[in-house]
């Protein structure tokens, strides 16, 4: 399924056989402070920056409606400032969906990963909830 929104990754997840959790890492974009002029450039124009991990959560899919929600409770913790929500998604078994506990780890790898500029295991999505290409 191809996943070009928010709304399909909310509709692919709740499809699959196994029980999923659905793992988000907010990010900030900010512009490195030993930027050229040309990077200060685009970055004024909406391109570049560097990415910067606000804060975590993981949710059943069934906790979800829309994105408006999870920006909703992303606003609640005081993180209004993204530029960026990358998703990923953990399956359980038949038997035994995916806890909270469950997902702590992988999301501290998410973290780092994307501190790391290594993100391209995960869906983006802007703050309209539409998937986009980084890089």
């Known amino acids: 399924m191809d ?3 928010f709304d399909d990754l909310l ?3 709740r499809a699959q056989p196994e029980p999923q959790r659905l793992l988000f890492v907010f990010a900030g974009v900010e512009l490195p402070d030993d ?3 040309e990077q ?3 970055f004024e124009a909406g391109q570049g920056g560097a990415l910067h991990p606000l804060m975590c959560v993981d949710k ?3 906790e979800l409606a829309s994105f408006s ?3 909703e409770e992303a606003s609640q913790f005081g ?3 993204w530029g960026i929500v990358f998703a990923a998604a953990m399956s359980g078994t038949v038997n035994r969906a995916p806890t909270s506990q469950d997902a702590e780890e992988p999301l501290q790898r998410m973290v780092e990963a994307i501190k790391r500029g290594e993100h391209g295991g995960y869906i983006p999505f802007d703050v309209q909830g539409h998937a986009v290409q980084i890089g």
């Open 60 to 62: 059943r899919p069934g």
């Open 35 to 37: 930027a050229t002029p």
């Open 79 to 81: 993180q209004n400032n």
């Open 69 to 71: 929600q999870l920006v």
């Open 11 to 13: 509709q692919a997840s």
């Open 40 to 42: 200060r450039e685009r």
């Open 3 to 5: 996943i070009s929104s």
